[in-house]
C-alpha cells in the first residue's frame, strides 16, 4: 500500500526558473493538501484539492504560485519565476475522508526547494 | 495569537526512559482534532496519534499516549519506553471544526527536537 508520493525530493532552481513539484495521493485518497516549512518552523498550509477543483488556496502567495489536481495524474505545484525566499521543504498529504472527525492527513516525504 | 504553542526547543531523555512533549491550544470552536507528527532527519512526516475534542478517554498507539487536558487546552504526548529512534522532531498540529472554511487546515506548532541518549 504506497504512501504518497511526491518528487523530486530534491530541486535546485536558479532565479527566474520554473518549479513543478509533484503528489500522488495514497491510493483511494481524493483530497489533496499542499504545505511549506521553512527552517526551524511547522508546516504551514497553502492550498487544499479535490480531483479538478481548487477548494481553498487562502494560504498560497498570490502571485507566482499555482497548482492543480487534475482528473488523471498526480497534483502539481507550480512556481514561477523562483526567488531566493522560495527556498523550504514543500510537503503534500493526502487524506480519505473530509467529513469525519479524524480525517488524518498523510504526508509524504517532502521536496526540498532550493533557489540560488 | 499562536494557535498551537510548543514550549520546548529541544528536550533530551535517556534510552528507556518516558518522556513528555507539551503542547497548548488556542481555538474558540468545540470540535477540534488534535495530531502529533514525527519528524526524523530524513525529513518525511509520520503520523503518531490523534484526539479529538469529544473523545472520552486520553488516546494511545503503542508507546504513544496523548495526554489530553481540555480545561486546560493541553495535549501533551507521552512516549514510553525511549528508543534511540524516537531521535525527531515532533510536531503538534490542530485542526478545528468538523465542517466549513479552513476546517481542514491542519495548523502545526514549530516543534520540540527529541534526543534520545543512550
Known amino acids: 500500500n504506497a504512501g504518497v508520493m511526491q518528487n523530486p525530493r530534491h530541486l535546485v532552481r536558479r532565479r527566474g526558473q520554473e518549479a513543478r513539484l509533484r503528489c500522488s495521493p495514497m491510493k483511494g485518497h481524493s483530497h489533496v493538501y499542499w504545505y511549506r516549512q521553512l527552517p526551524e518552523e511547522g508546516l504551514k498550509f497553502m492550498v487544499y484539492?479535490?480531483?479538478?477543483?481548487?477548494?481553498?488556496e487562502s494560504g498560497m502567495p498570490k502571485e507566482r504560485f499555482s497548482a492543480e489536481f487534475p482528473k488523471e495524474g498526480p497534483s502539481i505545484l507550480r512556481i514561477q519565476q523562483v526567488v531566493r525566499g522560495d527556498s523550504a521543504a514543500y510537503f503534500c498529504?493526502?487524506?480519505?475522508?473530509?467529513?469525519?472527525?479524524?480525517?488524518?492527513?498523510?504526508f509524504g516525504a517532502g521536496t526540498r526547494l532550493s533557489v540560488l | 495569537a499562536q494557535k498551537i504553542t510548543q514550549t520546548q526547543p529541544g528536550m533530551f531523555v535517556q534510552e528507556k526512559e518516558a518522556v513528555t512533549l507539551d503542547c497548548t491550544y488556542d481555538t474558540s470552536d468545540p470540535s477540534y482534532g488534535l495530531f502529533w507528527y514525527k519528524q526524523p532527519s530524513s525529513g518525511e512526516m509520520i503520523f503518531l496519534i490523534y484526539q479529538g475534542s469529544y473523545d472520552q478517554q486520553n488516546a494511545t498507539e503503542g508507546r504513544y499516549s496523548l495526554n489530553f487536558q481540555k480545561a486546560r487546552k493541553s495535549a501533551n504526548l507521552v512516549i514510553s519506553a525511549s528508543q534511540l529512534g524516537d531521535s525527531a522532531m515532533y510536531f503538534c498540529?490542530?485542526?478545528?471544526?468538523?465542517?466549513?472554511?479552513?476546517?481542514?487546515?491542519?495548523?502545526f506548532g514549530k516543534g520540540t527536537k527529541l534526543s534520545v541518549i543512550p
Open positions: 498540529a490542530m485542526r478545528e471544526g468538523l465542517t466549513g472554511a479552513g476546517s481542514y487546515q491542519l495548523t
Open positions: 498529504a493526502s487524506s480519505l475522508d473530509l467529513i469525519i472527525a479524524k480525517n488524518i492527513q498523510y
Open positions: 484539492l479535490q480531483k479538478e477543483n481548487i477548494i481553498d
